[in-house]
């Protein structure tokens, strides 16, 4: 988020529950439009049914004043649109047959925006993303690395940066390391503070880090995406033109079927996948360079296969490689000839040469 206000509103707002729901006001999508200026002052409409306690409005009030810096608090009651009462309830409109969404704006100034996702946690997305970039701005160009993963930011951590981003002329100015621009969701929020987020939060995440950030001219912005097929990718989907994206996985069969989904799901939303990585496709031997598969083997070949793009790289399992990214500094830059900096600076190249006409590139069938 632009400011760390609005993180803190949107975590107080978390712990007042809902009751009809049985859930929180965020999580039932009672709270909409959150906005915190930079003089306090928060804004938001608060959703209200018939069957809903007015006490709710009251209280979510009395939870913002609490929130430290915040010096007013103005709150929009309005019922669900077209409701008389409880979801469902008589008088509700008939549903009606949606249009049309309309294409997503350009990028401009951002270049190619290139998407790493996953199907599932735990593959190395991250890793795969921050490499990615760092070895694209070895190569001269400019690069923004821009962490979507609102649920799990790492980028901080493997660039080796804590400081707060400054905000100059209502724009946050992104941090810098090797190279390249970057901004998360963790250097604006308290390192144990939970992302309880849905639906409209993520999307104000995700708009304000494509907008509100001082990128500058780019070549290539690098987003790295929270697991899954969830609201992140869409949003990123429908908030601006992406060049293409790419699908880590791991060889296990387990990782590949959600891999499939993640590359079904950009399929439907009109982005082309450039290729699949398989990560930790082998374990390569310090001393001798030997290659031994940990995994079942193949199962990135396979999927490439299976959704008609190429195997963009293996990227083995290597001695020391966690340890880097823990330290800040990515496998391209502090080993760029071992056998993982070199698979990802191929991964780099591919993407390069792929993006170049993913405009001409066949969307995904079957």
């Known amino acids: 988020m632009t400011n760390p206000l609005l993180a803190r509103v949107a975590g107080a707002l978390t712990n007042l529950k809902a009751p009809r729901q049985n859930?929180?006001?965020?999580?039932?999508?009672?709270?909409?439009?959150?906005?915190?200026?930079?003089?306090?002052?928060?804004?938001?409409?608060?959703?209200?049914?018939?069957?809903?306690?007015?006490?709710?409005?009251?209280?979510?009030?009395?939870?913002v004043r609490e929130v430290e810096?915040?010096?007013q608090v103005k709150i929009n009651v309005v019922e669900p649109t077209g409701a008389t009462g409880a979801t469902g309830a008589p008088g509700a409109r008939p549903p009606t047959t949606p249009a049309a969404p309309p294409p997503p704006p350009a990028a401009a100034g951002l270049g190619k925006v290139i998407a790493i996702s996953s199907g599932k946690g735990g593959v190395g997305k991250?890793?795969?993303a921050a490499n990615v970039a760092a070895a694209l701005a070895k190569q001269g160009l400019a690069i923004g690395l821009m962490d979507a993963d609102v649920y799990g930011p790492n980028i901080p951590r493997m660039f080796g940066v804590t400081a707060r981003p400054a905000v100059s002329g209502n724009k946050i100015l992104p941090l810098e390391a090797h190279g390249l621009k970057l901004i998360s969701l963790g250097l604006l929020i308290e390192r144990d503070q939970p992302a309880i987020w849905r639906g409209p939060i993520i999307t104000k995440v995700i708009g304000q880090f494509l907008h509100d950030v001082q990128w500058g001219a780019l070549d290539y912005l690098i987003v790295d995406m929270p697991p899954g097929t969830g609201d992140a990718q869409l949003s990123l989907a429908q908030a601006i033109q992406l060049a293409g994206s790419v699908i880590v996985t791991t060889p296990q069969e387990v990782a590949i079927g959600d891999a499939l989904r993640s590359a079904k799901m950009f399929e439907r939303v009109g982005v082309p996948v450039l290729g699949?990585?398989?990560?930790?496709?082998?374990?390569?031997?310090?001393?001798?360079?030997?290659?031994?598969?940990?995994?079942?083997?193949?199962?990135?070949?396979?999927?490439?296969?299976?959704?008609?793009v190429p195997l963009m790289g293996q990227v083995p399992l290597q001695a020391r490689m966690p340890d880097l990214g823990d330290?800040?500094?990515?496998?391209v830059v502090a080993d760029p000839e071992s056998p993982a900096g070199q698979a990802l600076r191929h991964v780099a190249d591919e993407i390069r040469k792929r993006a170049g006409r993913s405009l001409s590139l066949p969307i995904l069938t079957g």
């Open 23 to 63: 859930t929180d006001v965020i999580s039932a999508g009672m709270v909409q439009d959150l906005q915190a200026g930079d003089d306090g002052a928060v804004s938001f409409t608060f959703v209200l049914t018939r069957d809903d306690p007015a006490a709710l409005v009251r209280e979510a009030r009395q939870a």
């Open 69 to 71: 810096g915040v010096t």
């Open 126 to 128: 991250s890793t795969v």
């Open 276 to 308: 699949v990585v398989e990560n930790m496709s082998y374990f390569a031997c310090p001393h001798c360079g030997e290659k031994t598969e940990i995994f079942l083997s193949g199962g990135g070949q396979r999927l490439a296969d299976e959704i008609g």
């Open 327 to 331: 330290t800040g500094t990515p496998v």
